[in-house]
Nanobody, 123 residues
Framework: QQQLAESGGGSVQAGGSLRLSCLTS??????MAWFRQAVGKDKEGVAV????????IYADAVKGRFTIAQDSDKTTLFLQMNRLKPEDTAMYYC??????????????????WGQGTQVTVSS
């Protein structure tokens, strides 16, 4: 059974950095993404990485601060988060799709999810 496992969350002050990791077991997913969900809000797409060309797309709220990447073995997905803000506080999830997804922000298009890791940014 395919599984994803996130790690790297924690508490940090505004302006700080965290790096999230998602162990993917090396399965050849078509695309992988990070989502987040704050308390009382819907799950939102943060960033996506496409396997075919390693292309990436970011949500406007994190553009220029976050970087999505995969290691050379394609077993781990990362989300480097810099210049964190209190509004980045959320549970962060990695997600994977086994087929092409039309709208990368649609959470229901992804087949496999991790359990989530909490990120808390204090002001």
């Amino acid at each position: 059974q395919q599984q994803l496992a996130e790690s790297g969350g924690g508490s940090v002050q505004a302006g700080g950095s965290l790096r999230l990791s998602c162990l993917t077991s090396g399965y050849a997913y078509r695309q992988m993404a990070w989502f987040r969900q704050a308390v009382g809000k819907d799950k939102e797409g943060v960033a996506v990485l496409y396997a075919v060309d390693a292309g990436t797309i970011y949500a406007d709220a994190v553009k220029g601060r976050f970087t999505i990447a995969q290691d050379s073995d394609k077993t781990t997905l990362f989300l480097q988060m810099n210049r964190l803000k209190p509004e980045d506080t959320a549970m962060y999830y990695c997600a994977a799709a086994t087929s092409d997804v039309g709208n990368w922000r649609r959470a229901d298009y992804y087949d496999v999810w991790g359990q989530g890791t909490q990120v808390t940014v204090s002001s």
